[in-house]
Structures are given as C-alpha cells and as structure tokens.
C-alpha cells in the first residue's frame, strides 16, 4: 500500500537536496545530509533515531569505499605523472595508424580512464587529438568524440573508478561482476557513442584544433609500455578471478587465497607497490616525490569518499523509514521496474544538478530502498550498477563541469558543445542502458 505521507517526505527531500545545492550551493556532502535530516522528520522518525540512522548509514558505506577509493587515486596519480596515458595513446596510434586513429583514441580513452580521472586524462591527452587534427586535416571532433566516449565510459561503468564502486557498495553488488558487465555493456555503447558519432559529426562541421600553448600539459617520462599494461590490468584480474572463483571453486586453499588476492583491498595494494616501483622509481621519481604525489591525490578522494558516506545515510533514512520496502511492494512483480526506477532517478538528478557523482550516489541509495526485501541475483544487481551509471551519464550541459571543460579545450561554441559532447553522453547513457535491460533478462 501506498503512503502519501512517505511519499511526500521523500519527494520533499529532493526538492530540498537540490534546492540547497543549485540555489544556495552549499556543498553536496552537506546538503545530502541535510536532506536526509529532513525526509526523517517530514516521514515521523524521532529526531534520536534519524542520527542513529545517519551513523549506521555513514559508517556501513565508508568501510569499503573509503580504502578502495582512497587506492585507487594513489595508483591513478601514480600512472598519470609517470606518462602511462600518452605511452598507451602512442602505442595503438602506432599499431593501428592514423587512418584508424579514431578508434586508437577510443580504446586509449577506455584503457586509461580505469587508473586515471576522466577530467585529469582528457587534460594529458588533448595535445596529442590536436596533432591528429593538424596532421590530418580533418574535424577534430573525428578524435575528440571517440577520446571522450572511451574515458566517459569506463569511468561510469568500470571499478575501481570511485563512481561504480561507490554504487556497488550502496546496493550490495559484486565489484567483479560490474566489471565484467561493465566491458561487455561499455564496449558496444561506446562504438556507437564514439567513433561512428564522430564519423557522422565530423562530415557535418569541421573544427580545427586551437593554439596550443608553448606551456601545455605534457610530460617528458616515456615508460615502457608491457609495465604500463601488465599493472592496469592485475587489479581488474585479480578481482574478476576472485568473482569467478565464488561459482566455480569449492571451498579449499586455492579459493581461499584467490578471494584474498582477488578482493579489491588486496588487488589494489598489489597494484600500488607495482606502480610505485615501476612507474616510480624505475621511472625516475624519488620516493619523496612519490610521497607528495600520493598525498596530493587523496585531497579529491576524500571529497567522493564523504559524499559517498552522505548517499548511504540517504538510503539508510529511507530503509527505517519504511520507505523502501514500500517502493519494493509496488514494483515487486516487474523485473525491469527496478533498473526503469534506477535509470531514471539518476537521469533526472543528472539533468537537474550536473555532477554525475551526486547523481548516481543519490539515485543508489533510492534504489538500495527498493530492492531491500527483493530477490534480485547477484547479476541483476551488478547489471543494476550499470543502469544507474548510464542514467548519471546522460544529457550532460551546462551545469556539469565537463560541459565547460569540453567547451575550452575544444574551441567549442556553446552550441557545438551541445550538439557533440550532451549528443554524445546521452548516446552512452541511452544505448548502455538498453544493453543492460537486454542482459537482465537472461542472467
């Protein structure tokens, strides 16, 4: 049954959530909790209860997400100083020339993006998309697309990158199953939203790459390639063969210690150390440089591990609340109501509010309420993961920071940041989303 009054709490609280954070914007950390605050009370919690619910919520989130992200920015900074990035650009120019460049800066964005920011590899990478341009001639957009859909992709479906991570934690789902998905649904989103948008945009207008500045962000560090490969994918191995081991082994020594290994905990220290000492100091840096790198990578590490603390007391709210066992009763006999419900929550609070970290926090911790008491396999719940990612991707504009960061890197008007870069994420979002409902039907 239906509880208007519940019902109206929790609508009130995003009004507020985004109230406070377009109007008044008061940080989103902040803001989160305030909202949380205010659908307690609005719902008839007692005002003890409601912070209870905010200590079980923060603390039961940050356990796992704090470590993982707060790894996986010291190993992203590690790689991004040592020239990781543009060795790997290099080498698949070099391996699949310039007439396929398009598709070497697709499979560069997709690679890179697992260890890197997005915002911080599109920075390292945009000289080398101006060089494609000038050397060729053609549009820019013929590089840039397929560069931006390969790095928005892996870092909305693909641990350890903080967003999936954060949300596979709020709904329970397993890290090495949303890595899996995150390949098989990311791959074909991103030829449509790459390369064959970029075929269709560049035909339509040409761009020339701006002057570039004597001063801009390069790096002299050249490591070799086989080491940069190797230590991205043992993290991403090592967790999927410990999600593999959990259906297939019986329980003995070997599953035992391939669940060690393979946990993201230890699967990304191992990937440290090897960062540190090949990346690093193999590569030229001091360990007091390495030090001051890795200490400068948790400042915006600490920032997505608090908001994502804000989003899981948001979901606790809403389970004590009763909220979310009324939302799963209403949707309890429709398999695709969830993902549907998922989808379009992060839509929204993406289109509403710009970042797609908040959006996609948010919006797992309203689907974490509805699929509580819900039998949803461990699949369906990974595939989960990537629903709200696609629906956080969408229709990015102006009030999305990477709008404005598209727009000066590119030389873009308003207009044209628009019709590429907002066309292109909505593509991702919309075409991952429809692969992820294919998929929940036959897992």
Avoid: C
């Avoid at 001051?292 to 606790?316: H, N, Y």
Wanted: without cysteine; charged residues 10%.
């Amino acid at each position: 049954m239906i509880d208007i009054q519940l019902i109206l709490a929790v609508v009130a609280g995003i009004g507020i959530l985004l109230f406070l954070i377009l109007y008044f914007k008061i940080q989103a950390f902040l803001a989160l909790l305030m909202a949380s605050i205010a659908v307690g009370l609005m719902a008839g919690m007692e005002p003890t209860t409601i912070m209870n619910s905010i200590k079980t919520g923060m603390g039961n989130t940050l356990g796992f997400v704090a470590t993982v992200v707060g790894l996986g920015a010291i190993f992203g900074a590690i790689l991004e100083q040592s020239g990781a990035a543009g060795a790997l650009a290099n080498f698949f120019l070099n391996k699949m020339g310039e007439e396929k460049a398009p598709w070497a800066m697709t499979i560069t964005g997709f690679v890179v993006a697992i260890p890197v920011f997005f915002d911080v590899a599109f920075i390292i990478l945009v000289p080398l998309i101006y060089s494609l341009q000038r050397r060729s001639g053609k549009s820019l957009y013929l590089f840039a697309i397929p560069l931006l859909a390969g790095l928005a992709a892996t870092h909305s479906f693909i641990p350890p990158t903080p967003g999936p991570v954060a949300v596979a934690d709020i709904l329970g789902a397993d890290l090495g199953l949303v890595i899996m998905f995150g390949f098989i649904i990311g791959i074909p989103a991103v030829i449509i939203s790459g390369p064959l948008l970029a075929k269709r945009l560049a035909a339509q207008t040409f761009i020339a790459a701006p002057p570039i500045e004597n001063n801009e962000n390069s790096t002299s560090n050249n490591p070799k390639l086989a080491p940069v490969l190797i230590i991205i994918a043992i993290p991403i191995l090592l967790i999927v063969l410990n999600t593999i081991s959990k259906t297939w082994l019986e329980s003995g020594a070997l599953k035992s210690w391939l669940e060690f290994f393979g946990h993201p905990f230890s699967a990304l220290i191992i990937a440290n150390l090897l960062a540190w000492y090949f990346m690093g100091i193999k590569n030229g840096f001091t360990k007091e440089a390495l030090s001051e790198m890795s200490t400068k990578s948790l400042a915006p590490a600490g920032i997505i591990i608090l908001l994502t603390g804000a989003g899981g007391v948001f979901k606790q709210i809403l389970m004590d609340t009763g909220t979310g066992q009324m939302l799963a009763d209403a949707f309890a006999d429709n398999l695709s109501s969830p993902f549907i419900f998922a989808f379009v929550m992060a839509a929204l609070m993406r289109i509403v509010q710009g970042s797609a970290t908040v959006a996609m926090i948010t919006s797992a911790g309203m689907t974490a309420a509805l699929i509580a008491s819900s039998n949803l396999s461990s699949p369906q719940l990974a595939l989960l993961v990537i629903a709200i990612a696609s629906g956080a991707t969408v229709l990015s504009h102006v009030n999305d920071s990477g709008f404005w960061l598209i727009n000066r890197y590119l030389g873009l008007s308003v207009k044209q940041t628009f019709r590429s870069w907002t066309v292109m994420t909505t593509l991702l979002g919309i075409s991952s989303f429809i692969f992820t409902l294919i998929l929940a039907y036959f897992v």
